[in-house]
């Protein structure tokens, strides 16, 4: 039997949908019913018989920072896909990012190695791969170094790969993927629904650096392949293309809003509207999401490499701009 976690959200219930699909037996988590609900509507949104599916998953209520919940989910379970994370690039959020990210891994991983769970899939992200390149191009042999560089979120991330190679030490296999951004349709919160929103309602500002993209459909069927491969205790990038931030916006403007004004928004003025959401929230009680940190990211030109993955199995990226323009 097999455990989800982060199964209400956009890469969990896409990766339910597929699993299901497959006749595998899949035990979900969910932390409140009206995520569970919208998990359904999706999946009837996709599928005429999206209900039958749904009905084929049990659904175990757990918060994965809690021990005592995790003890009765792990009853009978002999693989794991942990996709449950906590997303945020505000440095308020430190807090909960260890937590839900760092904790909730360690849990898991705890009783993955109690309960000898046969292999582990994690979802990572590329916020956790190294600086170090070759020929300015990051791959999986990139180093991590503990620099300022780095955001809230991209620590916990690292925190989190750290629990499972912990895991692999300790016997369990696994393996990691670190997808980029990842577009596709699907529940709300999701990359591309936010981006749409963003462009719809404002000027639109665009980074002056590059996006590393792959659609939902190529990480959930990678990551079932390298669940159901011999591959173990490996890690793997799941990026198709890097198109610099004014090609993705202008894409979308021009597909679906057709606005006239796009202006870059360059590392000066970023800090600068840094500098004007810290008035803010200091005279209007806003939160802050602009932080130095995310403004370098952002400003990152460098290219990464997600052709590991294609040697490895038989896997291969979709259209990217073909499927963007379908779910737009």
């Known amino acids: 039997m097999i455990l989800v976690t982060g199964g209400t959200g956009f890469l969990g219930s896409h990766l339910l949908l597929h699993l ?30 999206g209900k039958n599916i749904f009905k084929k998953i049990l659904w175990r209520k757990c918060d994965i920072t809690i021990i005592p919940d995790l003890q009765e989910v792990f009853n009978g ?12 690039f ?20 705890n009783f993955s190695i109690k309960n000898k769970i046969k292999k582990i899939a994690y979802v990572s992200s590329i916020a956790t791969l190294g600086n170090e390149n070759k020929d300015n191009q990051i791959d999986e042999n990139s180093i991590w170094e503990n620099d300022d560089y780095h955001s809230p979120y991209a620590f916990s991330k690292h925190l989190a790969e750290l629990e499972i190679w912990r895991a692999i030490e300790e016997g369990v296999p696994s393996v990691i993927i670190n997808p980029g951004i990842i577009l596709g349709k699907g529940i709300i919160p999701n990359p591309l629904h936010s981006l749409k929103k963003y462009i ?15 659609l939902i459909n190529d990480v959930v069927n990678g990551l079932f392949k390298l ?21 993705l916006f202008f894409l979308i403007n021009s597909k679906k809003y057709k606005k006239n004004i ?3 928004l360059n590392p000066f003025f970023a800090h600068l509207t840094l500098f004007i ?22 400003s990152n030109s460098k290219i990464i490499n997600g052709n590991k993955i294609k040697k490895k199995i038989d896997f291969k990226y979709s259209n990217l701009q073909k499927i963007i323009i379908e779910d737009l």
């Open 20 to 49: 299901v699909r497959n006749k595998k037996t899949v035990v979900a988590t969910f932390r409140k019913e009206n995520r569970v609900k919208n998990v359904e509507k999706f999946f009837c949104s996709l599928d005429s018989n």
């Open 77 to 88: 379970i002999t693989h794991v896909y942990h996709c449950a994370a906590l997303i945020s």
């Open 90 to 109: 505000s440095n308020k959020d430190i807090i909960k990012l260890n937590l839900v990210n760092k904790i909730g891994t360690q849990n898991i991983v």
């Open 200 to 214: 719809e309602k404002n000027i639109i500002f665009y980074p002056s650096g590059v996006a590393h993209l792959v």
């Open 227 to 247: 669940m159901e491969s011999d591959i173990v205790n490996e890690n793997f990038i799941l990026v198709s293309e890097n198109w610099s931030y004014k090609d």
């Open 262 to 264: 796009m202006i870059k």
């Open 277 to 298: 959401e810290f008035v803010l929230s200091i005279f209007f009680f806003r939160k802050r999401i602009l932080n130095f940190k995310l403004i370098k990211s952002i």
